[in-house]
T-cell receptor, first 116, second 115 residues
Framework: QQQVKQSPQSLIVQKGGISIINCAYENTAFDYFPWYQQFPGKGPALLIAIRPDVSEKKEGRFTISFNKSAKQFSLHIMDSQPGDSATYFCAASKIAGGTSYGKLTFGQGTILTVHP | NAGVMQNPRHLVRRRGQEARLRCSPMKGHSHVYWYRQLPEEGLKFMVYLQKENIIDESGMPKERFSAEFPKEGPSILRIQQVVRGDSAAYFC?????????????FGPGTRLTVT
């Protein structure tokens, strides 16, 4: 019940295209959903995050879409650039009492390659 | 404002030795999390600590692994009698622990190789 399933495992997109990565979760107690970007040899970097009280959040070229009833959320990268080539992880956590509490449960990751 | 610091960045140990990994959280952050990333896999939660307290260690192997976050100094993840299966990247993350501040920021990781 703690799993977060991420797809696809790898994704190839042309420069300027839209990259879409999907995640599904099982635990209905999860209420915080961040996305991380990781370059080889580096630590994950927080990209964007959403709480379930909204269905969409946009920051620059990155958008999270959230479907609470389906227990799914996705990352859209608009106008994908070669510099976006990295591994992307979705994650989920349970927030208690309005402060950071829970461990992050991560998806398996998606290797994104953006061709010039 | 410096980010999360981890050292060493790379650590080589022989089987049976001890590995000691350090993590200094971001300034003002009082919550520390440790995660392990095996090759070609996602990150797995190990332990969550606040100053002088272990809050959640449900992801820690029952033997050989321990963690602490003392009142002064960095958080330490300690692996005794390392085995080849411990080879992985170990990441520390810190969080403000303040109301409406849930985000976790990751350090660069320590890559442990057991020979």
């Amino acid at each position: 019940q703690q799993q977060v399933k991420q797809s696809p495992q790898s994704l190839i997109v042309q420069k300027g295209g839209i990259s879409i990565i999907n995640c599904a979760y099982e635990n209905t107690a999860f209420d915080y959903f961040p996305w991380y970007q990781q370059f080889p040899g580096k630590g994950p970097a927080l990209l964007i995050a959403i709480r379930p009280d909204v269905s969409e959040k946009k920051e620059g070229r990155f958008t999270i879409s959230f479907n609470k009833s389906a227990k799914q959320f996705s990352l859209h990268i608009m106008d994908s650039q070669p510099g976006d080539s990295a591994t992307y992880f979705c994650a989920a956590s349970k927030i208690a009492g309005g402060t950071s509490y829970g461990k992050l449960t991560f998806g398996q990751g998606t290797i994104l390659t953006v061709h010039p | 404002n410096a980010g999360v610091m981890q050292n060493p960045r790379h650590l080589v140990r022989r089987r049976g030795q001890e590995a000691r990994l350090r993590c200094s959280p971001m300034k003002g952050h009082s919550h520390v999390y440790w995660y392990r990333q095996l090759p070609e896999e996602g990150l797995k939660f190990m332990v969550y600590l606040q100053k002088e307290n272990i809050i959640d260690e449900s992801g820690m192997p029952k033997e050989r692994f321990s963690a602490e976050f003392p009142k002064e100094g960095p958080s330490i993840l300690r692996i005794q009698q390392v085995v080849r299966g411990d080879s992985a990247a170990y990441f520390c993350a810190s969080s403000p622990g303040a109301t409406e501040r849930y985000e976790q920021y990751f350090g660069p990781g320590t890559r442990l190789t057991v020979t």
